[in-house]
């Protein structure tokens, strides 16, 4: 097993203990851990043969056991036993469904027009550092005063910044988007006119989540509706281990969103992951594109993917059924 796979294992232990908030800090050392495996890349049979793994960042005398395990077996009984709680099958086999190489962009990532720690160049370079050809910047509608959303006349001014940081980037396409808030009935929170000329429209719900289920999903199912809507963000709205998400009829509103071409998202960020493999799987079955982005709001989130693509691959969702494993003006056509 090497350190790709092994950080796979590594996340998904981290994302089944961050559902309990007493688990938080085991959580995060996990989660720290497979971030780790996979920035350094270590030789983990190597290191283990020579008992070191424990000289690997974060890596303590528990994780390095797990480790262990999963190099002389493949499986680690820690994580079957979180995945059998949750009433999950069995870990898909090494190499099943999606894997990072075969992404092309990210449509999903924030800069600092708004909450973001980077400008629009530094976020594209290093996306394009990670072999990718595109990026969606898609900063925050103007609903989100606390971090500083943009309204029409800043995304105006902030398509001339995009412009010019294309000039400085050969072969490769930054897009224009927006992560628009769903207002409480189901309406997006920019006019028509200012949506039609961007190339990506998340929808996302950030407020109210603890509406009643049948209102929630008559807000869902009208929003996944609206003609602009490309991929709905983060569907749930959670924040493991911190604030549950919105509860709603998830059938019915993904089959509304196969049936309108808006696609889901599989939310990479170790706070979201967020469509869990459970609901992706269940959106798949139900006909919708799935998108596996980063949300990253710093040039080394965009990395979260790494970390979190087992959640495709649990739910046996390969590349055909992912957006972003489409080439840009493929893409484009698919989001029209």
């Known amino acids: 097993?090497?350190?790709?796979?092994?950080?796979?294992?590594?996340?998904?232990?981290?994302?089944?203990?961050?559902?309990?908030?007493?688990?938080?800090?085991?959580?995060?050392?996990?989660?720290?851990?497979?971030?780790?495996?996979?920035?350094?890349?270590?030789?983990?049979?190597?290191?283990?043969?020579?008992?070191?793994?424990?000289?690997?960042?974060?890596?303590?005398?528990?994780?390095?056991?797990?480790?262990?395990?999963?190099?002389?077996?493949?499986?680690?009984?820690?994580?079957?036993?979180?995945?059998?709680?949750?009433?999950?099958?069995?870990?898909?086999?090494?190499?099943?469904?999606?894997?990072?190489?075969?992404?092309?962009?990210?449509?999903?990532?924030?800069?600092?027009?708004?909450?973001?720690?980077?400008?629009?160049?530094?976020?594209?370079?290093?996306?394009?550092?990670?072999?990718?050809?595109?990026?969606?910047?898609?900063?925050?509608?103007?609903?989100?005063?606390?971090?500083?959303?943009?309204?029409?006349?800043?995304?105006?001014?902030?398509?001339?910044?995009?412009?010019?940081?294309m000039e400085q980037l050969e072969g490769f396409r930054i897009l224009r988007g927006i992560e628009c808030d769903i207002n409480e009935d189901g309406s997006l929170d920019l006019p028509d006119d200012v949506l039609a000329q961007l190339e990506v429209v998340i929808i996302s719900p950030h407020v109210k989540l603890k509406m009643e289920p049948a209102a929630m999903t008559e807000r869902m199912l009208r929003a996944v509706s609206h003609p602009h809507a490309d991929l709905v963000g983060h569907p749930t709205g959670r924040m493991l281990g911190r604030r549950p998400g919105a509860t709603y009829d998830f059938e019915a509103v993904f089959k509304q969103a196969a049936k309108s071409n808006t696609a889901v998202e599989i939310d990479t960020d170790p706070a979201r992951m967020d469509l869990g493999p459970e609901l992706a799987r269940l959106a798949a079955d139900c006909g919708c594109r799935l998108s596996l982005d980063s949300d990253a709001h710093a040039p080394n989130e965009l990395a979260y993917v790494d970390a979190g693509a087992w959640m495709a691959r649990q739910a046996g969702i390969g590349p055909d059924r992912l957006l972003n494993c489409l080439e840009v003006d493929d893409l484009l056509a698919a989001l029209r």
């Open 1 to 165: 097993m090497n350190s790709e796979e092994a950080a796979a294992v590594l996340a998904e232990i981290a994302y089944r203990l961050r559902h309990d908030p007493e688990q938080s800090f085991r959580a995060r050392a996990y989660g720290n851990a497979a971030a780790t495996l996979n920035q350094l890349r270590p030789n983990l049979a190597e290191l283990r043969a020579e008992g070191r793994l424990e000289s690997i960042p974060g890596i303590g005398s528990g994780i390095a056991k797990v480790l262990v395990e999963l190099l002389d077996t493949g499986t680690s009984a820690y994580a079957e036993k979180l995945r059998e709680a949750a009433g999950e099958p069995v870990a898909p086999p090494p190499g099943a469904g999606v894997n990072v190489a075969q992404l092309k962009g990210d449509l999903h990532s924030h800069t600092d027009w708004s909450d973001g720690g980077a400008t629009v160049l530094a976020m594209a370079r290093a996306a394009q550092a990670r072999g990718y050809s595109y990026l969606a910047i898609t900063d925050h509608s103007p609903r989100m005063t606390i971090v500083n959303g943009l309204g029409p006349e800043r995304l105006a001014a902030q398509a001339v910044e995009i412009r010019r940081a």
